[in-house]
């Protein structure tokens, strides 16, 4: 079945650790797009990208960090940086040459201690 | 600019009662407007979505939606509510091949 997959569902991390957050999918969409969700904000985009070896700086990039190097992946490193990194995160992909909804994956929620 | 209001954060119903939750946009020459659902800890699943054509949509789990141009709304209705859509609601449009703008969620709690 065509998806995406987030990596891990949970977890845990103390202060000044970096976190990278795994998103894979086989959807062959080109456009995949990382969000943070907090309660009461709906969802805030962080970074996008259109194709492999580019992206682009969301509304709320600070803090974080991401890669393109294939077309069905796309990781986000939360870095010591981010001032408040305890949040829920979902990777989304949609196409890029049709208009059409974007599909979510699971989700990652991440607790910084 | 916001692009999305969903005005009610939260919505309480009994079973077997319509519901209605309500979504207006920033006017636009082309809008693409979407219905989400999110149940707890998981991931937002399409319900249904207008690109154009008919006005009313129809989407999963008995939801339906209506286009209005003129008032800019895009109102999300089911005529009998059950127990498992309780559920957090979202209001998306889509402004260009890449950009998505969400409303801020509404909680509906089906009470039996």
């Known amino acids: 079945d065509g998806g995406i997959t987030q990596s891990p569902k949970y977890l845990f991390r103390k202060e000044g650790q970096n976190v990278t957050l795994s998103c894979e999918q086989n959807?062959?969409?080109?456009?995949m797009y990382w969000y943070r969700q907090d309660p009461g904000q709906g969802l805030r985009l962080i970074y996008y990208?259109?194709?492999?070896?580019?992206?682009q700086k969301g509304d709320i990039a600070e803090g974080y960090s991401v890669s393109r190097e294939k077309k069905e992946s796309f990781p986000l490193t939360v870095t010591s940086a981010q001032k408040n990194p305890t949040a829920f995160y979902l990777c989304?992909?949609?196409?890029?040459?049709?208009?059409?909804?974007?599909?979510f994956g699971e989700g990652s929620r991440l607790t910084v201690l | 600019a916001q692009s999305v209001t969903q005005l009610d954060s939260q919505v309480p119903v009994f079973e077997e009662a319509p519901v209605e939750l309500r979504c207006n946009y920033s006017?636009?020459?082309?809008?693409?407007l979407f219905w989400y659902v999110q149940y707890p800890n998981q991931g937002l699943q399409l319900l249904l979505k207008?690109?154009?054509?008919?006005?009313l949509v129809k989407g999963i789990n008995g939801f339906e939606a209506e286009f209005n141009k003129s008032q800019t709304s895009f109102h999300l209705r089911k005529p009998s509510v059950h127990i498992s859509d309780t559920a957090e609601y979202f209001c998306?449009?889509?402004?260009?091949?890449?950009?998505?703008?969400f409303g801020s969620g509404t909680k509906l709690n089906v009470k039996p």
């Open positions: 989304a992909s949609s196409m890029q040459r049709e208009i059409g909804e974007l599909f």
């Open positions: 959807l062959n969409h080109d456009a």
């Open positions: 990208s259109q194709i492999v070896n580019d992206f």
């Open positions: 006017s636009s020459v082309s809008v693409y």
């Open positions: 207008y690109l154009s054509g008919s006005t």
């Open positions: 998306a449009v889509r402004r260009s091949f890449n950009k998505f703008y």
